[in-house]
């Protein structure tokens, strides 16, 4: 039973979140009300969400905000039987969500575009 608990114990250590915390509780939907293209400014952006995870620019020298979220906290049961069977050697897969929101500015640094998407992930590692 001890060994089960150390096992079960080490596989929750390998979960992780990371990236823009401000988009853990976000949707698309609340997303969507909050960003207005030709109206939405670079500034009142950086107050909604904070600064960029990455910038880049088009061709064009548009500039283009990223920001990102992952949470691979959730673990299944399979999961736990392999690790428990295996000794861990078989090694882990978390699952959970992805999030990104792209933003487009336009040159007098207002919303052109965006896009905020959510999709399941998965990410194992191991030996096994």
């Known amino acids: 039973m001890k060994l089960l608990a150390i096992l079960t114990l080490c596989a929750l250590i390998g979960?992780?979140?990371q990236g823009s915390t401000?988009?853990?509780?976000?949707?698309?939907?609340d997303v969507n009300t909050q960003i207005h293209?030709?109206?939405t400014?670079?500034?009142q952006v950086r107050?909604?969400?904070?600064?960029?995870?990455?910038?880049?620019y088009t061709d064009g020298g548009l500039e283009i905000w990223k920001y990102r979220y992952e949470d691979t906290t959730g673990?299944?049961?399979?999961?736990?039987?392999?690790?428990?069977?295996t000794l861990g050697l078989a090694g882990s897969r978390r699952v959970g969500t992805e999030k990104e929101l792209i933003i487009l500015?336009?040159?007098?640094y207002t919303v052109k575009r965006f896009n905020m998407s959510e999709?399941?992930?998965q990410r194992g590692t191991g030996l096994l």
């Open 47 to 56: 107050a909604m969400f904070g600064s960029p995870l990455e910038t880049t």
């Open 22 to 29: 401000v988009l853990k509780k976000l949707s698309e939907r």
């Open 41 to 43: 400014t670079r500034n």
């Open 75 to 85: 673990l299944n049961a399979a999961n736990i039987a392999s690790q428990t069977l």
């Open 15 to 17: 979960c992780a979140n």
């Open 37 to 39: 293209p030709g109206k």
């Open 119 to 121: 999709a399941p992930v």
């Open 105 to 108: 500015y336009n040159d007098d």
